[in-house]
């Protein structure tokens, strides 16, 4: 059972900023959030913030969101960790579609792209989409959990 209301947020210096965005939103939205780095826009690679954001979310069975350059390091940093599901998304439906179809628990977006504008309509949805019922999702899901 995912822990719905708590987050877990990172980004790498190129993310940072959008990550600020969406913790402030978050926080509106009344979800529990976990920083886990970075705090400022000094250098860091991603896979340090990837693997210990992933790592939160697996163990707590929570949400969360990862922000780099393109989103696309943190996501395959995150789907290295047992457990972890994640998906970059651009635009409202590639969040949605990454929850109902492939219970997707990590929300990758590019700070440096052109989502980061709509991040607020992209998070809104990845969060508010639940998995799908239709068995079909639910074989794939799991066909993909034992690779």
Do not use: W
Not at 33 to 40: A, I, L, P
């Amino acid at each position: 059972m995912l822990k719905m209301n708590k987050i877990i947020i990172g980004a790498d210096h190129a993310g940072f900023k959008v990550k600020e965005k969406i913790k402030k939103y978050l926080k509106e939205l009344n979800y529990q959030v976990e920083d886990v780095g970075t705090h400022s826009e000094e250098s860091i690679d991603y896979p340090l913030i990837g693997k210990k954001a992933a790592k939160k979310v697996a163990q707590t069975k929570s949400r969360g969101i990862l922000v780099c350059g393109s989103g696309l390091g943190m996501t395959i940093t995150a789907n290295k960790i047992k457990g972890i599901r994640a998906a970059l998304a651009y635009d409202t439906y590639t969040a949605k579609v990454a929850r109902e179809h492939n219970n997707a628990n990590i929300l990758t977006l590019g700070g440096r792209t052109s989502s980061a504008k709509n991040y607020k309509t992209i998070v809104n949805t990845f969060l508010k989409t639940k998995f799908s019922k239709e068995k079909r999702h639910h074989r794939r899901v799991k066909e993909m959990d034992v690779l």
